[in-house]
């Protein structure tokens, strides 16, 4: 078979991919070079111990996020001698989020607060959103693990507070810390299990924006990690994998800049490209301007590294950790994987390219629902927009309103062509305007409200005008609109469980629509990837694609199929992250027991 002279891959490697969907043709070398990514194909190795390596370690960790420094400490903790390689300089979409962290089973805060919980109550809800993505095994330990994993958080110094927001809320007021961040007050989860707040944010602020939190958690393990004797290379962007003559996978090969003043140029231009994209959320309009022009100072960077650094190649003893994030800041990469997410904006950081995803590739493994993107339609706040009704491209409704923001966006992409109205009327449309000054409204809901409000709103006179202005079929609208108000009358129950004040009278006029579509213009959907990798769920180990383990390869956090690979709720792919990484580390030490605090 013939290789594509830029990479060494087989321009057709069908023997180390597995499509990640039923009909989809696996990518050659060629594909994934247009992706942008320059990774090669390993480099094998007959005499490793003759190799040139800059340096060794037991762990050789790629992508220092959550995943990636929970990997690190707990190997550290555990005796081994661990390497962590970034491509930038650390934290990637685990520091920059909003700081929430999804633990249960009845952690210390919970029980500060007066929450009751246990690990099979957390089982019970979650498996309604993990589906069958891991087995009923897995989750288990996920959740019988979540208190120690929490308090492990807590012993390296994140700070938590048990200060509680008890109501239904997309992200709590910057003044409470301890709160529901998924759809288990609403109809029909807590029939099935009792609620508890599960969603702990860490105590930190920026401003009065709701990300850049997620750092309050990782630089308290970056911090420990390192006087433990972390050994990190910011800067290093990892390229290819070295095998041995038997195939394990050894080390990793990065780029490196070995001059000082163009390293400092590089990471100048990569810090103004972050603080474009992190300087609007990416559901607020203005954010595909802001987006933009972070991706702008990113070309330059990366036009800086393509003369400008030089080879180092670092050798893993025990293993290598693949922890380098998703795909979702690689365009091409998701209009390949999935395209009906094309349209939305970005929930990730400039790190979230899908290399480490392809290094795994490279390497033999098999991936898993690349085609799974978690887009988030939040409709409150304002509580007006949900209390109206959401309507597809017929004008029939689909979700109950108050759900939480990634599974309405799930069942409006996947099932309803992406499309999504939300229909008030005059009294709702009203109330929605004063709700965005609530008091526990946050400034980016607020303006998002207002703009939506104010400036895209279709408006109609009727109802009946109102469907024809939106090409909605007519009688379809008028029957979803009297159902509706039958349910909330007290009529008939509402067939998708939305229950008392939730639900909203929508009869006097004019009426109003706002756009809510995935591709909607003044309301963007913010949308990360959650396929990945496929691993074996006791270790870590990343699966084969031929059959069997990619001996001495792991995988991760976001390069992982994992426990938010199905539906994703805030927080749980941070506590993914850290669960999935102190597996890696305890698989390489050779111990097969749960995590102790």
Request: include cysteine.
């Amino acid at each position: 078979m013939t290789q594509d002279e830029r990479t060494g891959w087989p321009l057709r490697p069908d023997s180390v991919w597995a499509a990640s969907s039923p009909g989809q043709m696996p990518p050659s070398g060629r594909d994934i070079a247009e992706w942008g990514l320059a990774i090669a194909a390993p480099l094998q190795l007959s005499d490793p111990d003759a190799h040139d390596w800059a340096g060794a370690a037991d762990m050789v960790v790629v992508g220092l996020g959550g995943a990636g420094v929970s990997a690190a400490l707990d190997g550290l903790e555990r005796g081994l001698s661990v390497i962590a390689l970034d491509h930038y300089d650390g934290g990637g979409s685990s520091a920059a989020n909003g700081g929430v962290y999804y633990a249960g089973g009845g952690t210390s805060i919970q029980r500060e607060a007066g929450v009751t919980d246990d690990p099979e109550r957390m089982a019970a809800y979650l498996r309604t959103e993990v589906g069958d993505v891991v087995s009923e095994e897995t989750l288990s330990d996920f959740c019988h693990s979540s208190v120690a994993n929490f308090e492990w958080l807590r012993g390296h110094g994140a700070p938590f507070s048990a200060t509680l927001h008890p109501g239904k809320t997309s992200y709590p007021p910057l003044d409470r810390f301890l709160y529901h961040p998924d759809s288990s007050l609403a109809e029909p989860f807590r029939s099935h299990t009792p609620p508890a707040a599960r969603g702990h944010r860490t105590v930190r602020r920026n401003g009065n924006k709701p990300w850049g939190l997620g750092a309050g958690i990782w630089e308290p393990l970056r911090d420990a990690a390192l006087a433990r004797g972390l050994q990190l290379h910011t800067q290093a962007e990892a390229r290819q994998l070295a095998v041995d003559a038997s195939g394990r996978v050894i080390g990793v090969r990065v780029e490196i800049f070995r001059d000082a003043a163009v390293r400092a140029r590089h990471c100048a231009l990569i810090a103004r490209a972050n603080r474009w994209m992190a300087m609007l959320p990416p559901t607020f309009p203005g954010a595909r301007f802001t987006y933009a022009r972070g991706f702008r100072y990113l070309a330059k960077a990366r036009a800086l590294e393509a003369s400008n650094r030089s080879t180092a190649w670092f050798r893993a003893h025990r293993g290598v950790v693949l922890s380098a994030g998703g795909f979702i800041c690689n365009p091409a990469m998701v209009r390949h994987f999935a395209p009906a997410y094309a349209a939305g904006l970005p929930n990730g950081t400039l790190g979230d390219n899908g290399s480490g995803i392809m290094l795994g590739v490279s390497a033999g493994g098999a991936t898993g629902l690349m085609e799974r993107v978690s887009a988030w339609r939040f409709l409150s706040p304002p509580r007006a927009w949900g209390r109206g009704m959401l309507v597809d491209g017929r004008g029939a409704r689909y979700v109950n309103e108050t759900w939480y923001g990634a599974r309405i966006g799930d069942e409006m992409v996947e099932r309803h062509g992406g499309r999504g109205w939300i229909v008030l009327d005059r009294k709702l449309y009203r109330q929605s305007l004063r709700d965005a000054f609530a008091p526990d409204t946050l400034a980016f809901q607020r303006d998002i409200t207002l703009v939506n409000a104010l400036f895209a709103a279709v408006k109609a006179p009727t109802p009946q005008t109102l469907a024809a202005r939106l090409g909605l079929d007519p009688e379809t609208f008028l029957q979803t609109l009297a159902d509706y108000n039958r349910a909330a009358r007290g009529e008939a129950p509402d067939p998708l469980f939305k229950t008392g004040d939730d639900l909203a009278v929508l009869d006097e006029g004019p009426f109003y629509a706002i756009d809510a579509s995935v591709d909607a213009r003044m309301f963007p959907i913010a949308c990360m990837t959650v396929g990945g990798l496929l691993v074996d769920e006791p270790t870590g180990a990343v699966r084969a694609a031929n059959g069997g383990l990619v001996a001495g390869l792991y995988a991760a956090g976001r390069n992982a199929v994992g426990i938010c690979s199905n539906l994703y709720v805030s927080g749980l792919s941070y506590a993914d992250c850290v669960w999935s990484g102190r597996r890696a580390a305890r698989a390489m030490a050779g111990i097969t027991d749960r995590p102790a605090a």
